[in-house]
């Protein structure tokens, strides 16, 4: 798909600036870093509320950010990102081996299906062997979508929900590896990352690493 129509779906979403979760889960996505990481790739960076999340958690990081709309990279404050890309995630510009964690929050229900292989191909690409890549997702298992509180899956903008499994089986295929998934979303406020059961959390947390 072009950037164009990418940048067509996106301007539809439903949520976007209003998500009262992003900070907290750009805050989940710094616990998972090293504190001797510095590089991040920031995909799908909106307006970058997340990525003031990640600037203030340590203001040594030298963030990149990465989003489809002209519009909304436009929106963010100078002192945030080092960089800003307007690309899709497939044909990233920068050099191999590039960045310690790559976060892309609620962003691959974004990305038609056909395209997902190629864009985590590009995504281990610029990742720094032993690096992670981090992306969180609405999750199509959750005990309120199956009561009938669906409304994230009818987003317009969402072309591509993946049960865990589903997205486990992705970054199979794509080279990850020590893939782990882990709650995130709203229920995150009142139960450890960890809770066992997933169908509870209304989103999930895939971590995966390059190979050393």
């Known amino acids: 798909m072009e950037i164009s129509q990418y940048a067509d779906i996106n301007k539809r979403q439903v949520v976007s600036e209003v998500d009262t979760f992003t900070s907290k889960r750009y805050s989940q996505f710094y616990r998972h870093f090293d504190n001797r990481d510095v590089q991040v790739l920031d995909i799908g960076c909106n307006t970058g509320?997340?990525?003031?999340?990640?600037?203030?958690?340590?203001?040594?990081?030298r963030i990149t950010g990465l989003d489809v709309v002209g519009d909304r990279l436009d929106m963010i404050p100078k002192d945030v990102?080092?960089?800003?890309?307007?690309s899709?995630?497939?044909?990233?510009?920068?050099?191999?081996n590039t960045y310690e964690?790559?976060?892309?929050?609620?962003?691959?229900?974004?990305?038609?299906?056909?395209?997902?292989?190629g864009v985590l191909k590009e995504?281990?690409?610029?990742?720094?062997?032993?690096?992670?890549?981090?992306?969180?997702?609405?999750?199509p298992r959750?005990?309120?979508v199956r009561l009938g509180r669906d409304k994230v899956l009818k987003d317009p903008s969402h072309i591509n929900i993946l049960r865990p499994i589903e997205l486990r089986q992705r970054l199979q295929n794509a080279g990850f590896e020590k893939i782990r998934i882990k709650?995130?979303?709203k229920m995150s406020n009142y139960l450890p990352e960890n809770f066992p059961i997933l169908s509870v959390f209304g989103s999930y947390l895939a971590?995966?690493?390059?190979?050393?």
Do not use: C
């Open 88 to 96: 899709s995630a497939d044909d990233i510009d920068a050099p191999d």
């Open 123 to 139: 995504l281990k690409r610029v990742l720094k062997p032993g690096g992670r890549l981090l992306l969180t997702t609405p999750n």
């Open 49 to 61: 509320r997340g990525g003031q999340v990640l600037k203030t958690a340590n203001p040594k990081l």
């Open 101 to 117: 964690n790559i976060v892309a929050g609620e962003v691959i229900e974004h990305i038609d299906p056909a395209d997902v292989p």
């Open 81 to 86: 990102y080092d960089r800003l890309i307007l």
């Open 207 to 212: 971590i995966a690493r390059k190979p050393q």
């Open 183 to 185: 709650g995130s979303g």
């Open 142 to 144: 959750a005990i309120l």
